[in-house]
């Protein structure tokens, strides 16, 4: 795993091959900015995959992989994109 350190903040961390998140319906994402990235992109259909009542991958993969449990408590909470997004783009700012 790449970790990515600027002073004074967290670290960025970048997926090995192995624990890469995979789209539903092609792409797949590398780290969080990745997950900002798709989130502000992807259709509707693909965010409904990942998030709905029984399962938030996203929110598994951040904590698993991504070592945020805080970002992945945030995004249990959450069942809309755009939601999501925020989510996401708040707390990059915590790592640059």
């Not at 991504?66 to 970002?71: I, K, Q, S």
């Not at 994109?81 to 640059?96: H, I, M, W």
């Amino acid at each position: 795993m790449i970790i990515h350190i600027k002073k004074g903040k967290l670290p960025l961390k970048t997926a090995p091959d192995d624990q890469v998140f995979w789209l539903y319906g092609g792409g797949t994402l590398r780290n969080l900015e990745d997950l900002r990235s798709a989130l502000q992109t992807m259709p509707g259909e693909v965010f409904f995959w990942h998030v709905n009542g029984l399962k938030n991958d996203f929110a598994n993969w951040v904590e698993a992989v991504m070592a945020d449990a805080a970002l992945a408590q945030e995004l249990r909470k959450v069942k809309r994109q755009g939601t999501a997004f925020n989510k996401v783009d708040l707390r990059l700012k915590r790592y640059y």
